[in-house]
């Protein structure tokens, strides 16, 4: 099964620092890997808004260097935020869409779900950044799985990524003293780490301490590996709508580190292909 492949980048894009920053990482992605583009998406709430938007835009393009343009163009449409940036992404054949999320004390919670809202209505991989998130190549990827099957969901875009980059990616399984959950756990790391192999990617297994909260001892062992990203499947329903929080606690985490993320029970919909999750 082939990888994804990532060439072209939607970032939403509203005028503030928060989505200029995610612009300028998705600038950064693409120099590092020689290749794609860029599409900043904004939506109005009425026909009348498109004009000075898209002059806002050409504004925002003029600035640029003569070859971050040649790899920018934009996109203005009327609709509704939270609907209609996946239905853009769709339209027109981006690969991954980019999107800042505000990191303001207080407003954490608040900003991580507004940015889950739109992941959950997206079968389309994203990547959240933060204002201010922290700048560099992509060289170490921290991907927490656990007994859930679509927790390894996010396999293939973290693994295409990797193979992008040349980066490692660290395998961090869920603790729990279940036997039966502890089973299903390794039957998902030996899918991921089928997957990994066979496209050449570098990992390796992490066993964490267990003397705190699993994600306190996750974040900790990304802040010591300095993680540049952080890789998540995102799954709302039922019992596994406890991983939204999780997830949501990723995004808004305190190092400002990136994560990946998909909104898994929709990939599965979509896409039945994913060969890589069988063993």
Do not use: C
């Not at 799985?145 to 990616?169: M, P, Y």
């Amino acid at each position: 099964m082939k990888s994804v492949t990532i060439d072209k980048y939607l970032v939403p894009y509203d005028f503030t620092g928060v989505t200029d920053d995610a612009f300028h990482y998705a600038i950064r992605l693409i120099k590092t890997a020689g290749s794609g583009q860029v599409l900043l998406g904004h939506i109005v709430k009425n026909s009348s808004e498109v004009g000075p938007a898209e002059k806002k835009l050409e504004e925002v393009i003029s600035k640029l260097s003569d070859e971050e343009k040649e790899i920018t163009s934009y996109k203005v449409i009327e609709g509704d935020i939270f609907k209609d940036i996946p239905k853009m992404a769709d339209l027109t054949g981006a690969s991954v869409i980019v999107m800042g999320t505000h990191g303001s004390h207080g407003l954490q919670k608040v900003f991580g779900s507004h940015a889950l809202k739109i992941v959950s209505n997206s079968h389309i991989p994203f990547i959240i950044t933060q204002e201010d998130e922290k700048e560099s190549e992509i060289n170490d990827i921290v991907m927490p799985f656990s007994f859930q099957r679509e927790s390894v969901q996010v396999t293939q875009f973290a693994a295409s990524l990797a193979e992008k980059f040349d980066a490692t990616i660290h395998l961090v399984g869920y603790r729990g003293n279940d036997e039966w959950l502890l089973r299903d756990m390794k039957t998902n790391q030996a899918i991921v780490r089928k997957h990994l192999t066979q496209h050449g990617v570098k990992y390796n297994m992490v066993t964490l301490p267990g003397k705190k909260s699993y994600e306190k001892e996750l974040l900790e062992y990304a802040k010591v590996v300095d993680a540049d990203l952080i890789a998540a499947a995102y799954f709302p329903q039922g019992i596994r709508a406890l991983f939204n929080s999780f997830v949501q606690e990723m995004i808004m985490n305190e190092q400002r580190i990136p994560v990946i993320t998909i909104n898994a029970p929709e990939v599965m919909a979509v896409d039945s292909g994913f060969s890589f999750l069988t063993v």
